[in-house]
T-cell receptor, first 115, second 112 residues
Framework: EAQVTQNPRYLITVTGKKLTVTCSQN?????MSWYRQDPGLGLRQIYY???????DKGDVPEGYKVSRKEKRNFPLILESPSPNQTSLYFC??????????????FGPGTRLTVL | AQSVTQPDIHITVSEGASLELRCNYS??????LFWYVQSPGQGLQLLLK??????LVQGIKGFEAEFKRSQSSFNLRKPSVHWSDAAEYFC??????????FGAGTILRVKS
C-alpha cells in the first residue's frame, strides 16, 4: 500500500529534551515536506526537500532541523524543544514537478506536546 | 504574496442539506488548486484538484468545486451532506517550487 508513515503518533516531552520524528514514504517521491498545524493558522511549511541531500527552509523553520540521506526518509529533529513547538505535525511527499506543486500525500500526523 | 482565505471558520449544516465551502486565493499566475479533508485524528486526504481545463471539477465522496478566475475563488460544494462528512476542510494553492500554501481551514459540523 502506498503510504507516508510517521512515528511516533503522539509524544509528550519536556523543554530542552532532543527528539526526532521520523517520516518514511514508499512511493519513490522526490519531494518531501514537513508542516505544522495550529488552530486558526492552517498548515505552515517548516522544511522541505527536493531530493536526497537537498533541503531548504519553509515558512517557520526556527527551532527545527531536517536531513535527507535517503530518498524514502525525512526525519524532523527538534534539538531543544520549547512549549511553543506544541503542535500537530504532518509529513508529506509528492513527485517533483518542474513547475508548481503536485498532489501531496500526507502522513497521519504526530501530536507533540512540550511541557 | 500568495495566500489562501477561507472566510468561514465553522459551518453547521443539517444532514441532507447542500454545502458550499468558500475559498479565495491570491496568486499572480494561473493557480493549481486543491481541496483536502481532515477527519478527526486522521491525516489529510485529497478531495479534488484543479490544474487546467474544465473549471468544474469532480472529486471523491460526491464533492465538486468550481474555479472562477474572475473572482479568484475555488469553492467546494456537495448537494447532500452526510454525517460522515463532518471534518475540517482545507483549500490550498500550489505555487512554484512544489509548495502548497494552505488556508486556515473550515470545520464542518453536521446536524442530524
Amino acid at each position: 500500500e502506498a503510504q507516508v508513515t510517521q512515528n511516533p503518533r503522539y509524544l509528550i516531552t519536556v523543554t530542552g529534551k532532543k527528539l526526532t520524528v521520523t517520516c518514511s514514504q514508499n512511493m519513490n517521491h522526490e519531494y518531501m515536506s514537513w508542516y505544522r498545524q495550529d488552530p486558526g493558522l492552517g498548515l505552515r511549511q517548516i522544511y522541505y526537500s527536493m531530493n536526497v541531500e537537498v533541503t531548504d527552509k519553509g515558512d517557520v523553520p526556527e527551532g527545527y532541523k531536517v536531513s535527507r540521506k535517503e530518498k524514502r526518509n525525512f526525519p524532523l529533529i527538534l534539538e531543544s524543544p520549547s512549549p511553543n513547538q506544541t503542535s500537530l505535525y504532518f509529513c508529506a511527499s509528492s513527485f517533483r514537478n518542474s513547475g508548481r506543486a503536485n498532489e501531496q500525500f500526507f502522513g497521519p500526523g504526530t501530536r507533540l506536546t512540550v511541557l | 504574496a500568495q495566500s489562501v482565505t477561507q472566510p468561514d471558520i465553522h459551518i453547521t449544516v443539517s444532514e441532507g442539506a447542500s454545502l458550499e465551502l468558500r475559498c479565495n486565493y491570491s496568486y499572480g499566475a494561473t493557480p493549481y488548486l486543491f481541496w483536502y479533508v481532515q477527519s478527526p485524528g486522521q491525516g489529510l486526504q485529497l478531495l479534488l484538484k484543479y490544474f487546467s481545463g474544465d473549471t468544474l471539477v469532480q472529486g471523491i465522496k460526491g464533492f465538486e468545486a468550481e474555479f472562477k478566475r474572475s473572482q479568484s475563488s475555488f469553492n467546494l460544494r456537495k448537494p447532500s451532506v452526510h454525517w460522515s462528512d463532518a471534518a475540517e476542510y482545507f483549500c490550498a494553492v500550489g505555487i512554484y517550487g512544489n509548495k502548497l500554501v494552505f488556508g486556515a481551514g473550515t470545520i464542518l459540523r453536521v446536524k442530524s
